[in-house]
């Protein structure tokens, strides 16, 4: 080791630049390994070949890697105390679940009343509006303007020429009035 010849395994792989070199993993990692053996060892027959070194590391973990899978699940960096922070956390998981309750009750208990009550009072103040509109004198004719009802072909429900919502009350289309 003390031989200047003798580099340390990781230095190997570093290039002149500075820059990391990364073996093949066919071709030059054997040799480097090799090569490495027989500078820190006497007898190269001592050392095992990489084939055989991996087989024998998955044999001795197999078993245990095995009894961790059946083993529960360990608590890693927990301590049985609770803490500030999960004290404070459950706390605005309990705030959360409240708020939730409270703003489903206040949906069902004051929303759909509110909007049952407005869609009557809407109802109401229609249909006061059309009895209003009954007791009426009728309109006098409207003058139809060239630039309103401008068709170009008839439509293709009903006569034609009346849109899709049309509204007989409200809309007036009187072809032999035009200007």
Do not use: C
Not at 46 to 59: G, H, I, L, W, Y
Not at 93 to 120: C, F, M, N, Q, R
Request: proline content about 6%.
């Amino acid at each position: 080791m003390g031989n200047e010849k003798s580099l340390p395994f990781h230095v190997q792989f570093i290039e002149k630049d500075g820059r990391m070199k990364l073996p093949h993993a066919s071709r030059e990692l054997p040799q480097l390994l090799r090569e490495y053996v027989t500078r820190s060892h006497s007898n190269i027959d001592e050392f095992e070949s990489p084939t055989m070194f991996a087989a024998r590391q998955v044999t001795r973990t197999a078993p245990r890697f095995a009894a961790q899978l059946r083993a529960p699940m360990q608590r890693r960096f927990a301590s049985t105390a609770e803490n500030e922070f999960i004290a404070e956390r459950q706390h605005i998981k309990e705030h959360a679940k409240g708020t939730t309750e409270l703003w489903k009750k206040i949906s069902l208990y004051a929303v759909v009343p509110a909007l049952a009550v407005a869609g009557a009072n809407a109802y109401w103040l229609w249909t006061e509006h059309w009895e209003h509109w009954s007791h009426l004198p009728p309109l006098p004719e409207r003058t139809e303007y060239p630039f309103q009802n401008i068709r170009t072909k008839n439509f293709q429900w009903g006569d034609g020429d009346k849109t899709l919502f049309w509204n007989e009350n409200v809309n007036y289309h009187n072809k032999d009035k035009t200007k």
